[in-house]
């Protein structure tokens, strides 16, 4: 390469250095088009580094299995916790260390082949610690057929083909690996789609491949995170087995023993939370991630849709009794027939066909929510359209004139320094390797769904609707997240779209959306990742190999623990038949229980039109449309105050749809480590906080991550709980806060007003 200078280095010993210490001396060199890629990403390469090493199988699919199977575990508890790649990240550096220093070098043959490999084939580079990365956030990814496999095992109380549900979860995930290929010249090799979220890996990857010195009386980043790893760790043991209750203190219910407002007022998990806080790890960042990698403006946008939403919009509808909400609880996912029961679903379902009996629903009773959760609905339908109103806003004619120049770049081949490199040095991934993979994934979803005695419900034609749907869908929306990092979800379009075409079918329903938004989010997924390894230059047929194997290994091992804790766990998800204090509650689960019965089996027709009780949440539609709007004309019109473009309608508006399974106290908990870190933290100490803190975040959630496994095994699956006292109930001690306060409802646990 011309135009770089090595400290006297000559370029055929190139490999002896990390590309970032190259110096660039003529600008000119990197014409790529995006100041910020500019920037971060290095422009030079050594070809020679070896990629798919032993290290990188090895430590890759242990990172991926070991994620897969905590996160997964940890999904059915009642603060589950989802533990990112950037744990493995940081872990596997030092290991893959230790293998270069101590792993033998000679060559070892694999028996009955003449292929030959070293277990230790030089230093520990970058690319490795890159594709091991990659294999780990393959792990720490979620399987969403998963949750249709505990839907149909756990709450439906249905049989289902172990083949059928292995393949489900299979085939959801890898067409969105088809997707990826067909679009992969337009999203991945335009410099014009820069991924901006892959900037952050880069500067992560530099700086941890760079020389440290332990600053005097300080400690190196490793040891400040073995540090903390070791605290974390400790701690959780506390809330975990020895007094579990501190995961939810609210100060209000422990006074007002007796009153169903003030309870309701107090609760951090059923009500309010107002006076409530956790002293838990896994309350803070278990249902919202760490609000540690959050940046600081979209906390705030975040905490002032919790706000509006949960102080002001919801009160005001339930205490004025909308919709008859005081009939039910403030919070719940479970849905309610017209007494304030819970929806006996069993009654209105064929249970041979698994259909909807619409004689007996016309008998029986529509459909009733909470207050909370028929808000969370109205809410996914305004930050749907406010996405795609902010992304027009603001960004149109950015992503407009970008789409003009990828689209005139690929049919000129105009490229930028990195895609020059990555086409002179390595082989580009034949496109025909995609198209098998996806012609054979569709054809294994069809057999997945038509056979197995049809146990899915969705015929082939709606296999391939939803497929058509991910198709029209995923380039629009790949171009506004690689140009904006906003990402817009299918979910509401396909349970929409089916629900009105096949309604009564709860499995159809759900294996639609799965394989039309899914497939989609994960295509987008597969493609950043294929950015982020353009950026490293990692050669294509490396990352297309560990991609497929990393999907694949995840997959499975999300099916195998799934399936191993629906059948030895007993009562798992049914809360009202766990014992005390246990953590199986499957809140996630439930929620997407309960979807299913409202998308499913009663549909949209019968909720959200006339026949419903909920015809008016259309408007949110429109509200979300607008919402963007004032915004963006005062920005335009006030353009020297920046804050302005700071508000966020998509998020303010979408900050509380957690709710349930999430309660206030985890937003609670979760704005008051954002606000001091983020804010406190970054203005007064920001050089602790940019050696720190997302190391700190990485070290917490490993800690808890496996101090919950390590207590699982060794004592909860023994049934060896801990000790008998107040302390080891899984709640807040708020139990009137679950009761109706319409007069006349008769619910369990509460008095009859």
């Known amino acids: 390469m011309t135009g770089l200078v090595d400290d006297g280095v000559s370029p055929r010993d190139l490999s002896k250095k990390h590309h970032f210490d190259i110096d660039v001396i003529d600008d000119e060199v990197n014409d790529n088009p995006i100041e910020e890629v500019r920037l971060t990403v290095p422009i030079t390469d050594d070809p020679s580094q070896p990629t798919l090493t032993f290290r990188t199988w090895v430590l890759g699919i242990l990172s991926c299995a070991i994620l897969a199977f905590v996160n997964k575990f940890f999904a059915y508890r009642r ?12 872990l596997v550096l030092p290991l893959g260390k230790l293998m270069a220093a101590t792993l033998p070098t000679n060559q070892l043959r694999v028996p009955f082949t003449k292929w030959t490999f070293s277990m230790n084939p030089g230093p520990f580079n970058l690319k490795e610690h890159v594709l091991i990365t990659i294999f780990a956030s393959s792990g720490a990814s979620g399987v969403y057929a998963v949750h249709m496999i505990t839907m149909v095992l756990a709450f439906y109380k249905r049989n289902l083909h172990p ?145 509006l939403f949960v102080y002001i919009a919801a009160p005001i509808a339930y205490w004025n009794n909308a919709y008859g909400f005081q009939r039910f609880p403030l919070i719940s996912s479970h849905t309610f027939d017209a007494m304030g029961n819970t929806y006996n679903i069993s009654r209105i379902l064929n249970q041979k066909s698994f259909d909807t009996n619409m004689s007996e629903y016309n008998s029986y009773s529509k459909v009733h929510l909470s207050t909370f959760l028929a808000f969370t609905y109205g809410l996914s339908f305004a930050s749907l359209t406010a996405t795609i109103s902010h992304v027009a806003l603001f960004y149109g004619k ?61 015929p082939w034609w709606g296999i391939l609707m939803a497929c058509g749907i991910a198709l029209f869908f995923t380039l629009p929306i790949g171009i506004i997240q690689a140009t904006t990092n906003q990402q817009t979800g299918l979910n509401v379009i396909t349970e929409l779209v089916i629900g009105y075409i096949y309604p009564g079918k709860p499995l159809a329903n759900v294996a639609f959306k799965t394989y039309g938004s899914i497939s989609m989010s994960h295509a987008h997924m597969f493609l950043a990742d294929f950015k982020l390894g353009h950026y490293m230059k990692i050669p294509p047929k490396s990352m297309f190999v560990v991609q497929l194997a990393g999907t694949v290994v995840a997959s499975s091992v999300q099916f195998a623990t799934s399936w191993w804790l629906l059948h030895s766990i007993e009562n798992i998800c049914d809360v009202s038949k766990l014992p005390d204090g246990s953590p199986w509650t499957c809140p996630s689960d439930d929620v997407f229980y309960n979807a299913s019965i409202i998308w499913g089996v009663v549909g949209p027709l ?46 303010i508006i979408g900050a509380a749809q957690g709710i349930p399974p999430a309660g206030p106290v985890h937003f609670i908990t979760y704005g008051a480590v954002a606000i001091f870190f983020n804010f406190y933290v970054y203005r007064k100490f920001k050089g602790w906080w940019a050696r720190h803190n997302y190391i700190l975040s990485a070290a917490l959630d490993a800690g808890v991550a496996f101090a919950g496994v390590l207590l699982y095994f060794t004592l909860q699956s023994k049934d060896i709980i801990g000790p008998n006292w107040w302390g080891l109930d899984n709640d807040d001690h708020c139990p009137l806060a679950r009761c109706p306060t319409a007069p006349g409802v008769v619910a369990k646990g509460c008095p009859v007003l």
């Open 79 to 90: 603060n589950p916790l989802s533990v990112g790649s950037v744990s493995a990240q940081i």
């Open 163 to 307: 083949a059928s549900a292995f393949l489900l979860a299979q085939t959801t995930q890898m067409l969105g690996y088809g997707w990826a290929g067909l679009f992969r010249r337009y999203l991945v090799d335009s410099p014009y789609m820069w991924w901006p979220s892959n900037l952050v890996q880069v500067s992560l990857f530099r700086a941890l491949h760079e020389k440290e010195k332990r600053p005097k009386g300080g400690r190196t980043r490793l040891q400040f995170f073995f540090l903390v790893f070791i605290c974390s760790f400790a701690y959780y043991i506390v809330p975990a087995y020895l007094f579990p209750s501190i995961s939810t203190i609210s100060i209000v219910c422990l006074i007002w023993k007796n009153s169903i407002t003030a309870q309701q007022i107090g609760s951090g998990v059923h009500g309010l939370g107002i006076g409530s806080f956790g002293l838990d790890w896994s309350t803070v960042a278990g249902f919202l991630g760490s609000p540690l990698a959050t940046p600081g403006f979209a906390n705030i946008n975040f905490l002032l849709g919790f706000v």
């Open 398 to 458: 950015t992503i407009w004139h970008m789409w003009r120049k990828t689209a005139s770049s690929v049919k000129a081949q105009v490229n930028d320094i990195h895609t020059r490199l990555m086409k002179k040095n390595y082989e580009a991934v034949p496109q025909w390797w995609f198209h098998v993979i996806l012609v054979s994934m569709i054809g294994l979803s069809i057999f997945t769904c038509e056979g197995f005695g049809k146990q899915l419900q969705l």
């Open 606 to 651: 019968r909720m959200f039109a006339n026949k419903g009780i909920y015809p008016e949440l259309n408007w949110f539609f429109l509200l979300g449309l607008l919402a963007p709007v004032p915004v963006w004309f005062f920005s335009k019109k006030f353009p020297n105050q920046k804050w302005i473009k700071l508000i966020n309608m998509p998020i």
